[in-house]
């Protein structure tokens, strides 16, 4: 009989007291994914919007970004036509290229964490040839929309969200070591609770 091993899905986590909402964040995450649309990505060198893949959301006494959880049974995954949102290396990841932008993602995340923006390259917004419209009988050039979310930054090892935040307030969570963490302090606790009879 072999045994299962189970890898969930690392994420990353906010610690809401410590979030200031000053957005580094986001900055870093639009960075970290954009080194072929901007060439310095320094004040004034930035051609393209700033599209982060996390949003700092801001209500009343709370500031806190909002990003994927990676889901073991990922339900935009699940919805996905074209099987553009895949798991690669213990990360649900998209196929920004594959994505067609009929928006199931983002209706099925149960935390809100997947936006719609318009494709870049280099840049400039990517075209796609549309149908016909109603009103005229030709074929209408349009803005690609693709859905985006955050990857973890798969392609540089490691969250850059989590790097920039001067408060300290992100964390990339490995379930299994934090459940080992916990379990090692359950342990200790437990043996001085003996110790002390």
Not at 24 to 48: Q, R, W
Not at 77 to 88: S, Y
Not at 184 to 195: G, V, W
Request: proline content about 6%; aromatic content about 4%.
């Amino acid at each position: 009989m072999s045994s299962l091993k189970l890898t969930p899905n690392s994420f990353v986590v906010a610690n809401s007291n410590k979030c200031k909402g000053c957005k580094a964040c986001e900055i870093a995450c639009f960075a970290a994914h954009n080194k072929n649309n901007n060439v310095g990505l320094t004040v004034g060198t930035v051609t393209t919007p700033v599209i982060p893949r996390l949003n700092v959301i801001k209500a009343e006494d709370l500031e806190v970004p909002v990003q994927c959880r990676h889901c073991e049974a990922a339900p935009c995954a699940n919805v996905c036509p074209v099987g553009a949102i895949v798991q690669q290396d213990n990360t649900i990841i998209i196929d920004e290229k594959a994505c067609v932008g009929c928006k199931s993602c983002l209706l099925a995340c149960p935390i809100g964490a997947i936006d719609l923006y318009p494709m870049y390259d280099k840049g400039e917004e990517v075209m796609q040839v549309n149908l016909k419209t109603v009103q005229q009988e030709k074929l209408e050039n349009k803005v690609k929309q693709t859905a985006y979310k955050c990857d973890l930054c798969i392609e540089q090892g490691k969250p850059a969200c989590v790097e920039a935040c001067p408060e300290n307030a992100l964390s990339l969570v490995t379930p299994m070591k934090e459940k080992k963490q916990r379990n090692r302090e359950a342990a200790l606790s437990l043996l001085k609770t003996m110790n002390n009879y």
